[in-house]
């Protein structure tokens, strides 16, 4: 017998870790598991327990979620042991890492829903904490991380859940290998290379091995580098960049007195980069406290939120000086009057300047010499002007560190009265770089789609010149004529670049005046029935008339910041218009925020924030709650971050960091679906562009940071297709492939082709006519696709395994189009109103539809009996809804009762459980779900039944709810 290409890895890599200094161990199954984790436990804690004492110790690691047992594990457990004595276990040593007992075994059992077999397991102290899958040469590593998804779902859960203690899982192909935190719902994208401090990443199994898995550098990762998010209740884990940044910031503490700054690019992660090193930071018994130091109001309310996240209760933001004064005496005290005296303290540099000024500095006098760590974030932007030096001059005895994903340098230097001074001149050395290029390339945040926009076809097919190229006449530029032609330009694309509304935008424009007059076009064009685009807009108002150099900040942050370049405008009324658009929004929303009152401005900033980050939540509701699009001048466009802002359209002229960070909005990583950032640009800024790319990395990274051109994907989708069509010559080809091998084939064949028009989808040329396949025959493909998937599924659900399992069919590259049962029935109208020569054409395009959309997929049964059965019967075309809905909650019903008689289930109880779980999105708790049953079944039964019910439940809501309403 050949020995697999997979067991020469697994042989091969077990070997080397006992080399490392790891003992190898044999474990079957959860019993020979139980037995090694009460010797490793024993002699981790120099003690010896009974079999009931035991026991005790199992049912505790029992409890709880993957979350919370991140917590057990680094935590005591203390219990009364049967000589009566009080006992303390330990299960995991975060302080000296290396006291722990480290054990490698393989092929460990599971038998859960299914019986599951694991590839490497590393055992520290007997508990599974990291999981290694391995896949042979040649197979994308997607295949490995899709199984771990598998066994999270099938099996970790069994055998006290022990498996639920792991906390970090390699996937590897041997070629390319890759670490990861172990959540629930995570995607492919939250998978990181280990690489070295130059972030030359390490991607051979047996080099990772030896760098990674270690048992030094694995106890150091799980004891300080994995963070514990509080507010998605999961784990994250630091990416090499962020692991190295944060060592050589604590280096630097321990070993000089001297400044730095760290360079990461915007989107990699500064906040939790420079929360970690602030969080060792304050175990340094050297150093008195820790000051992070943000530079406007709603970054501080911002960090606070994401400080304490990563670590609930860690800090408190201050809500004006006098309290921050009280945080650095140890004498602040919550909203709650519990006294708190915290290592770590979050202001803005504008209290920071307050607290060190006049009769609140004598209060902190004897703290002059005391040695405190500032860190600042964002760094570039606050550092330019007076502050920096009184804060070094006041707190003598300081460090200081700043973060900056765009350092000023000699050429972007902006001057002021202190001279031109780089970020250099203010923090010395950089201690770790990681440029945009390195961001790219390790997947980490997205490219930008740049599309420079002068020309355009109107309705008409005429080219309609918007004037952009090179125009530098304001008049020109400011002319309502022109802002007119560029609102109708993006309410012409806006679906197309942005999967018809499933993602936001923002609209960087040159003033606020401007920012006026297109707000006033979209409104106008609005009422006009021209769109039904979302529209809000936010920008600092003048206190009166005649103030022409107000900044765009929030009330409370003015403070001249000479690294940007002062933009003024005339605030001729700027504020009663706000507070006009402010009541658009209100009425959008039912909120009532006003400009009248400085906190309810600040709460509306807040709220439009909150709609935009939160998109990305499961529990969002995008049709109450979606915002499409946000006019700003310079808010959101530095230290915003949204996942679900995909495109920025730019009419102002942007350069150099300004540029880079305005761009950088729109490019954080999420699913496949989001392929890059779209950036339009309404002037000329390919010079600007170039330039600032160059400089912020290389002449050579134009080509890295930007996509290429529409032709060149153009090219790309032709390569695919031709694969593709080598697999399966016609869609009907489908149906003839022999083997699991052929179908997975043609699954990954088309999968590549539906990646390249998913990008070619989003550029403004796009046309069908330019390609070598037709839509309709698209279309048929996609549909063979998606019967595939439902194979897959049925399959699944009895138990079958395939290796069509492990494969990521990405169907959100499918549901582009918000196409739903509201759209289905308008089109039903036009049928009953069309000729019978065209009515089997129109019918057939109707059943091809439900068939090619994921969301329709599962109602198309139920609506093709309704066009057959009852459609005929309706005389009159405005009947169609209602008789539609009729016949909808007559097959509800019938389909309820079914479930109920079925699983034995009381009908009133099993719907208030539906009606719940489509209202909050959670999904409910197996004891909620026994509760509508007439018995409660015994415990080796109560799962599989759990979890059948619950199966038929998300399938009732998919099929009778979601995509109902327009």
Not at 452 to 473: A, H, L, P, W
Request: with cysteine; aromatic share 10%.
């Amino acid at each position: 017998m050949t020995v697999q290409p997979e067991a020469i890895l697994e042989n091969n890599l077990i070997q080397q870790l006992v080399g490392l200094g790891y003992s190898s161990v044999k474990v079957a199954d959860g019993e020979a598991l139980e037995a090694n984790l009460k010797s490793q436990l024993e002699g981790f804690n120099r003690a010896t327990y009974t079999d009931k004492e035991f026991d005790a110790i199992l049912n505790h690691l029992a409890k709880g979620n993957v979350f919370e047992k991140a917590k057990t594990l680094r935590d005591r457990f203390s219990f009364t042991q049967e000589n009566g004595e009080v006992c303390y276990v330990r299960f995991f040593d975060s302080e000296n890492w290396n006291n722990n007992l480290f054990q490698v075994t393989n092929q460990v059992s599971q038998e859960g829903s299914y019986k599951n077999r694991y590839d490497v397991t590393l055992l520290v102290n007997g508990l599974p904490l990291v999981q290694i899958e391995l896949k042979r040469r040649g197979l994308e590593i997607k295949e490995a991380f899709n199984q771990i998804n598998r066994y999270q779902l099938h099996s970790f859960w069994s055998n006290h859940g022990l498996f639920q203690y792991v906390q970090l899982f390699v996937i590897s192909n041997g070629a390319n290998t890759k670490y990861l935190a172990n959540n629930k719902l995570q995607s492919v994208k939250q998978t990181f290379y280990w690489a070295d401090k130059n972030n030359k990443n390490i991607t051979e199994l047996p080099h990772f091995t030896s760098h990674f898995l270690n048992p030094d550098h694995l106890g150091k990762m799980i004891a300080q580098y994995v963070v514990l998010n509080e507010t998605y209740k999961n784990m994250m884990v630091l990416r090499p960049y962020q692991y190295f940044a944060t060592e050589a910031i604590i280096n630097q503490v321990k070993t000089s007195t001297d400044n730095a700054y760290i360079w990461h690019t915007t989107g990699s992660g500064k906040t939790l980069t420079s929360f970690k090193a602030s969080q060792i930071l304050m175990d340094v018994p050297e150093v008195y406290k820790v000051v992070f130091v943000v530079d406007r109001k709603d970054l501080d309310y911002q960090t606070m939120k994401e400080f304490n996240a990563f670590k609930d209760g860690s800090v408190d933001s201050t809500d004006n000086t006098s309290s921050l004064v009280k945080q650095f005496l140890g004498k602040f005290k919550d909203k709650k009057g519990v006294r708190k005296d915290s290592d770590l303290i979050i202001t803005t540099i504008q209290k920071l300047n307050n607290a060190i000024s006049g009769h609140q500095g004598t209060k902190l006098e004897h703290l002059k010499n005391e040695r405190f760590v500032f860190i600042f974030d964002e760094c570039h932007r606050s550092q330019f002007g007076d502050t920096h030096a009184r804060i070094t001059e006041f707190f003598a005895n300081s460090q200081l560190f700043g973060f900056t994903g765009t350092p000023i340098f000699a050429d972007n230097a902006s001057k002021n009265d202190l001279g031109k001074r780089t970020t250099k001149d203010l923090f010395g050395t950089c201690l770790h770089k990681y440029v945009i290029t390195d961001a790219i390339r390790d997947e980490n945040v997205l490219r930008f789609g740049i599309e420079y926009v002068g020309r355009y076809k109107n309705k008409s097919q005429t080219f309609v010149d918007i004037e952009v190229e090179d125009i530098d006449k304001k008049e020109v530029l400011d002319s309502t004529k022109r802002l007119t032609k560029i609102a109708d330009y993006i309410i012409a694309h806006h679906n197309q670049k942005t999967f018809n509304k499933d993602y936001s935008a923002l609209f960087a424009v040159s003033g606020i005046d401007n920012v006026i007059k297109y707000y006033d076009i979209f409104q106008q064009k609005k009422e006009a029935g021209e769109h039904d685009l979302r529209v809000a807009t936010i920008f600092t108002y003048g206190a009166n008339e005649d103030n022409e150099d107000a900044q765009d900040y929030l009330p409370g942050d003015e403070m001249p910041m000479a690294a940007e370049p002062n933009l003024s405008y005339k605030a001729s009324h700027s504020r009663d218009k706000l507070e006009g658009y402010i009541g658009d929004y209100n009425k959008m929303y039912n909120t009532s925020f006003t400009t009248k009152d400085s906190q309810q401005f600040e709460n509306y900033f807040k709220d439009i924030s909150k709609r935009l980050k939160e998109r990305e939540k499961e529990t969002f509701n995008d049709d109450k709650d979606r915002l499409d699009l946000v006019l700003v001048v310079n808010m959101m466009l530095t230290g915003f971050d949204a996942k679900k802002v995909n495109t920025l359209y730019v009419d102002k002229n942007l350069k150099q960091h300004g540029l880079i960070q305005a761009f950088s909005r729109t490019n954080r990583i999420l699913g496949e679906q989001k392929s890059q950032g779209n950036i339009l640009c309404f002037r000329n800024l390919k010079k600007a562009t170039d330039e600032a790319i160059t400089l912020f990395s290389n002449k050579d990274a134009i080509e890295v940071v930007t996509m290429p051109d529409y032709e060149a994907i153009a090219a790309k989708f032709d390569e695919a297709l031709k694969n593709l069509r080598e697999i399966t010559p016609t869609y009907l080809s489908v149906d003839d492939l022999k083997s699991e091998e052929d179908e997975a084939a043609f699954v990954q064949a088309f999968r590549k082709l539906m990646r390249n028009m998913n990008v070619l989808q989003s550029y403004t040329d796009f046309d069908w006519e330019d390609l070598p396949i037709g839509e309709q025959e698209f279309e048929d493909y996609k549909s063979k696709y998606l019967d595939l998937f439902e194979k897959v599924k049925r399959d699944s659900a009895k138990e079958k395994t395939s290796i069509l399992d492990d494969i990521d069919f990405e169907l959100e590259l499918i549901h582009r189009d918000r196409v739903n049962v509201a759209y289905i029935l308008k089109l039903l109208a036009k049928l009953k109103d069309t000729k019978t020569s065209e009515a089997n054409t129109q019918k057939k395009a109707i059943i091809d539809l439900l068939g090619g959309d994921v969301m329709l997929r599962s109602k198309r049964e139920l609506i093709e009996k309704f066009i057959e059965e009852n459609l005929p019967k309706i005389d009159d075309v405005d009947d169609i809804q209602e008789e539609f809905e009729t016949y909808w909650q007559e097959q509800k019903v019938l389909a309820l009762g079914k479930i109920c008689e079925e699983e034995h289930l009381d009908k009133g109880q099993f719907k208030s459980l539906i009606d719940a779980y489509i209202y909050s999105g959670q999904e409910p708790i197996k004891d909620d779900v026994f509760k509508c049953l007439d018995n409660r079944p015994s415990i080796l039964k109560a799962r599989e039944i759990g979890e059948r019910i619950l199966s038929k439940m998300k399938e009732f809501v998919q099929v009778f709810i979601e995509g109902m309403t327009g």
